[in-house]
């Protein structure tokens, strides 16, 4: 199994590194070829997308390459941060730039079709807020993650995880729920699986 993980954090010392490493780790070692595509170095950013006509955006190399990256991959992981109950820019200028429309999905008979399908996808999301403020203003988010992005591109999304990192007192205990994490990374979740297959097949 391939395994493409994005991340989008400029530190690499955090929580949300230390959860793509410990979630490559556990798919090496089942054989799995794993790449982490870090969004914040040089070598992955892109411009912010601009046009003034929507059918005159030409696809160019870097975006082709990062496409056959995610074609190439049977799982794709996304691992980040929340930051004003969203996923940071860097993040969403990905999305807006290579999931592209006859790439990641297409409108036939007027019906959206999912091009990225039969792909699955994971999501882990850090924070450091209190959980019931996530609970309510961050759901809104967690669902158009899920249902308008992924799910509405054919990805079939497994696992969608919250994870605080002031629930840790030190870094015993982020260490213990990165080990955890590890031993249980291929779980699956039944409510963001059922959600994005209603979105899959809905065609909406």
């Known amino acids: 199994m391939k395994t493409l993980i994005i991340t989008a954090h400029p530190s690499t010392h955090g929580l949300t590194h230390g959860i793509a490493n410990v979630l490559k780790e556990s798919r090496e070692e089942k054989n799995g070829e794993v790449e982490i595509l870090d ?31 995610i ?12 930051w004003w109950m969203s996923m940071p820019a860097i993040m969403k200028n990905f999305i807006d730039q290579n999931f592209t429309p006859r790439f ?41 993650w899920i249902c308008g992005t992924l799910a509405f591109c054919g990805l079939s999304v497994q696992d969608a995880v919250l994870v605080r990192n002031r629930s840790f007192k030190d870094d015993g205990e982020r260490g213990v729920y990165l080990k955890k994490l590890k031993k249980n990374s291929f779980k699956k979740s039944l409510f963001t699986r059922l959600i994005s297959y209603f979105v899959i097949k809905s065609g909406l």
Not at 71 to 82: C, G, Q, R
């Open 39 to 69: 969004l914040y170095k040089s070598s992955f950013q892109q411009n912010f997308l601009t046009f003034e006509n929507v059918r005159d955006i030409k696809t160019t190399p870097y975006v082709e390459a990062l496409q056959a990256k």
């Open 71 to 82: 074609t190439s991959a049977d799982e794709i992981i996304f691992v980040h941060p929340l």
């Open 104 to 144: 990641a999905y297409q409108y036939k008979e007027g019906r959206r079709v999912g091009l990225l399908s039969p792909r699955t996808a994971r999501v882990y999301i850090t924070c450091d807020g209190p959980k019931w403020v996530y609970a309510i203003m961050g759901f809104p988010f967690f669902l158009s």
